[in-house]
Nanobody, 120 residues
Framework: VQLQASGGGLVQAGGSLRLSCPAS????????MGWYRQAPGKQRELVAA???????NYADSVKGRFTISRDNAKNTVYLQMNSLKPEDTAVYYC???????????????WGQGTLVTVSS
């Protein structure tokens, strides 16, 4: 199973970006999908996560600005980021809890990360 995050880049404060992360390979089903970020010198933190049924939760710091969504037919998770702030600058990582065989056991896979830089 592979996850490929894309959509990062350089944007001015107040701007928007949309991250995408398709999962590919041997996939029977996907449960939770999410986005984490890691800023320089800081620990990785949860940004947002979404269940297979579409229930989402967000870090307080991004509520009202970021929206997570997913396309189950495409095994893809998205993160729409609006009103970006310099403190949103980080490498953003996607993940997915995947059952690759129909066993009912889910394993967490990670994408490689995409850099988001917000200039003031």
């Amino acid at each position: 199973v592979q996850l490929q995050a894309s959509g990062g880049g350089l944007v001015q404060a107040g701007g928007s970006l949309r991250l995408s992360c398709p999962a590919s390979g041997s996939i029977f089903s996907i449960n939770l999908m999410g986005w984490y970020r890691q800023a320089p010198g800081k620990q990785r933190e949860l940004v947002a996560a979404i269940s297979s049924g579409g229930r989402a939760n967000y870090a307080d710091s991004v509520k009202g600005r970021f929206t997570i969504s997913r396309d189950n037919a495409k095994n893809t998770v998205y993160l729409q980021m609006n009103s970006l702030k310099p403190e949103d600058t980080a490498v953003y990582y996607c993940n997915a809890d995947v059952d690759y065989s129909g066993s009912g056991n889910f394993y967490r896979y990670w994408g490689q990360g995409t850099l988001v830089t917000v200039s003031s």
